[in-house]
């Protein structure tokens, strides 16, 4: 027995051997960023909601081509309710700042055109294109800014200006109330895309829901209205499709009209001629 205890222990004593390791590597799908170049290229506002940390959304941000090297980032990161208007009040100052040295810097580089002046004179002013610049928030500053509605509309009001916006850290209540924020207030059509279980309610906000199918289960997939393999075919789904399902609305509705405009001439006309006979 003394024999077998002493090979056991000079066994437990040997230091252990690794014989393999396995990891998963979280990395975005193919034409990922050129799918997002070309919605944004189309006038697409794309906002992205994630609960990864800071540094990894902004990395994420940098590799879809969401963000750019040469863009002005804005980071909103608040641990009050007061410092959280604070930050906001300054960055709607700083834009508005921006905004108004290029309209003045644009009208006078521009030529004076007989068009553009009947049009400042019937009180029309000419849109200044977004600024290059991306807004960052993080979970804690978007739950201050949702309970209160002054600074939802500072929000959307320095966010019409951005080119790009992301939210990390958000729980999946956090992304449905985002999306309602934008559906609501800006009153816009909203499509939300997500692959997961914490993208449902997202999902089922949106005015269109889109899921992704992937290792992160179905659940996305039974709550959305569309469901494809892969995030580049959003790209076709919304330029191709979407366009196409416009075109034959419209050209439905102009039917419609006529046809309601030929009956309607049709019944007058018989009111008419029963009144002469």
Same mark, same amino acid.
């Given at each position: 027995?003394?024999?077998?205890?002493?090979?056991?222990?000079?066994?437990?004593?040997?230091?252990?051997?690794?014989?393999?390791?396995?990891?998963?590597?979280?990395?975005?799908?193919?034409?990922?960023?050129?799918?997002?170049?070309?919605?944004?290229?189309?006038?697409?506002?794309?906002?992205?909601?994630?609960?990864?940390?800071?540094?990894?959304?902004?990395?994420?941000?940098?590799?879809?081509?969401?963000?750019?090297?040469?863009?002005?980032?804005?980071?909103?990161?608040?641990?009050?309710?007061?410092?959280?208007?604070?930050?906001?009040?300054?960055?709607?100052? @700083?834009? $508005? #700042?921006?905004?108004?040295?290029?309209?003045? %810097?644009?009208?006078?580089?521009?030529?004076?055109?007989? =068009? /553009?002046?009947?049009?400042?004179?019937?009180?029309?002013?000419?849109?200044?294109?977004?600024?290059?610049?991306?807004?960052?928030?993080?979970?804690?500053?978007?739950?201050?800014?949702?309970?209160?509605?002054?600074?939802?509309?500072?929000?959307?009001?320095?966010?019409?200006?951005?080119?790009?916006?992301?939210?990390?850290?958000?729980?999946?209540?956090?992304?449905?109330?985002?999306?309602?924020?934008?559906?609501?207030?800006?009153?816009?059509?909203?499509?939300?895309?997500?692959?997961?279980?914490?993208?449902?309610?997202?999902?089922?906000?949106?005015?269109?829901?889109?899921?992704?199918?992937?290792? @992160?289960? $179905? #659940?996305?997939?039974?709550?959305?209205?569309? %469901?494809?393999?892969?995030?580049?075919?959003?790209?076709? =789904? /919304?330029?191709?499709?979407?366009?196409?399902?416009?075109?034959?609305?419209?050209?439905?509705?102009?039917?419609?009209?006529?046809?309601?405009?030929?009956?309607?001439?049709?019944?007058?006309?018989?009111?008419?001629?029963?009144?002469?006979?």
């Amino acid at each position: 027995i003394s024999q077998l205890l002493g090979h056991h222990d000079s066994h437990c004593n040997v230091p252990p051997w690794h014989e393999g390791a396995t990891g998963i590597e979280d990395r975005l799908q193919d034409g990922v960023p050129e799918t997002i170049e070309g919605l944004r290229i189309a006038g697409v506002n794309v906002w992205v909601l994630t609960g990864d940390k800071q540094e990894t959304a902004i990395s994420v941000g940098h590799s879809s081509k969401l963000l750019s090297v040469d863009m002005d980032i804005m980071v909103l990161n608040a641990t009050s309710q007061e410092s959280c208007m604070e930050m906001l009040m300054s960055r709607r100052e @700083e834009i $508005n #700042q921006q905004l108004a040295s290029h309209s003045r %810097s644009s009208v006078q580089s521009s030529p004076r055109h007989p =068009l /553009l002046s009947l049009h400042s004179v019937l009180g029309g002013s000419v849109s200044a294109p977004p600024l290059n610049r991306a807004l960052v928030l993080d979970g804690l500053t978007i739950e201050h800014i949702l309970s209160h509605k002054a600074m939802r509309a500072t929000l959307l009001e320095i966010a019409k200006h951005c080119r790009s916006v992301l939210c990390c850290r958000v729980t999946p209540l956090q992304k449905a109330e985002v999306v309602r924020l934008v559906k609501e207030d800006l009153g816009v059509m909203t499509l939300a895309v997500g692959d997961g279980a914490n993208d449902v309610s997202m999902i089922q906000t949106a005015n269109v829901g889109v899921g992704v199918a992937g290792r @992160e289960g $179905n #659940q996305a997939v039974i709550a959305s209205d569309f %469901s494809m393999a892969r995030f580049r075919f959003l790209e076709r =789904l /919304l330029l191709v499709h979407g366009h196409w399902c416009y075109s034959r609305l419209a050209n439905m509705m102009l039917y419609i009209f006529y046809k309601n405009v030929v009956s309607l001439s049709r019944v007058l006309e018989g009111v008419i001629v029963r009144k002469e006979m």
